[in-house]
């Protein structure tokens, strides 16, 4: 069964930096786009960035430039590098792999937190 698990989260300063990881069971991540997604509390979950199986990467437009999302095929994982955070960036931060193999996944989210 399909089973992807975030870890990296924290507390971080206002200009501080955190590198994200989901990890996936199986091959779920070879044959569609894996995603990161966040949601602050009774807001509406947003795209922060997705990487296709070809590499194609594709980033919230106000995230430019400060996140970076990258794959490891070897390790079957991909990583959310964050730089630069701000308190408006405080959310959990959830993984998403869809596929026409796989259907699409969640994980259970790791919590990011930007202090003031």
């Known amino acids: 069964q399909v089973r992807l698990v975030e870890s990296g989260g924290g507390l971080v300063a206002p200009g501080g930096s955190l590198r994200l990881s989901c990890a996936a069971s199986?091959?779920?991540?070879?044959?569609?786009?894996v995603a990161w997604y966040r949601q602050a509390p009774g807001k509406q979950r947003e795209l922060v960035a997705a990487?296709?199986?070809?590499?194609?990467?594709n980033y919230a437009d106000s995230l430019k430039g400060r996140f970076t999302i990258s794959r490891d095929r070897s390790k079957n994982a991909v990583y959310l590098q964050m730089n630069s955070l701000k308190p408006d960036d405080t959310a959990v931060y959830f993984c998403?792999?869809?596929?026409?193999?796989?259907?699409?996944?969640w994980g259970q989210g790791t919590q990011v937190t930007v202090s003031s």
């Open positions: 998403n792999a869809a596929s026409a193999a796989f259907g699409s996944h």
């Open positions: 199986g091959s779920v991540f070879s044959a569609g786009t």
């Open positions: 990487i296709t199986s070809g590499g194609s990467t």
